[in-house]
């Protein structure tokens, strides 16, 4: 892990917000007003795996750490399209696509990794400090 001064709390944060894209995805659907672009689920799904993954990007410095985190939640996103076909039909349908956005989302996150944007929660941390 980083050397976070609160490194308990931000993984519980982390793991809690993992839990609630899970949660999420299982319940019912918000209603969307009609004048919403069309595809536009598609950056919520990008956002909510990005998140994910910036995030982890903040906890955890190595890539040895950081690529088995991006494979698991690439993986998360597609069984989470396949439980939504399976476990609530009538409420949620498989869409390849949300799948990809996911991906996509955790990607780009992953990609920052070795960038200044890694170490954004340290220098935060400082600055409340």
């Given at each position: 892990?980083?050397?976070l001064r609160w490194p308990k709390?931000?993984?519980?944060?982390?793991?809690?917000?993992?839990?609630?894209?899970?949660?999420?995805?299982?319940?019912?659907?918000?209603?969307?007003?009609?004048?919403?672009?069309?595809?536009?689920?598609?950056?919520?799904?990008?956002?909510?795996?990005?998140?994910l993954m910036f995030a982890a990007?903040?906890?955890?410095?190595?890539?040895?750490?950081?690529?088995?985190?991006?494979?698991?939640?690439?993986?998360?996103?597609?069984?989470?399209?396949?439980?939504?076909?399976?476990?609530?039909?009538?409420?949620?349908?498989?869409?390849?696509?949300?799948?990809?956005?996911?991906?996509?989302?955790?990607?780009?996150?992953?990609?920052?990794?070795?960038?200044?944007?890694a170490t954004w929660l340290q220098?935060?941390?400082?600055?409340?400090?």
């Amino acid at each position: 892990m980083r050397a976070l001064r609160w490194p308990k709390f931000w993984l519980a944060l982390w793991l809690g917000a993992i839990a609630a894209v899970i949660v999420l995805s299982l319940v019912p659907p918000p209603p969307m007003p009609a004048q919403t672009p069309h595809h536009f689920d598609k950056l919520l799904h990008f956002g909510a795996y990005f998140a994910l993954m910036f995030a982890a990007v903040q906890l955890f410095a190595r890539l040895r750490v950081l690529l088995p985190v991006a494979l698991a939640l690439a993986a998360l996103g597609v069984l989470m399209e396949l439980a939504q076909a399976m476990l609530v039909p009538h409420l949620r349908m498989l869409d390849v696509w949300d799948a990809l956005a996911n991906a996509a989302g955790v990607l780009a996150a992953l990609l920052l990794a070795n960038t200044p944007l890694a170490t954004w929660l340290q220098r935060l941390e400082r600055r409340i400090a």
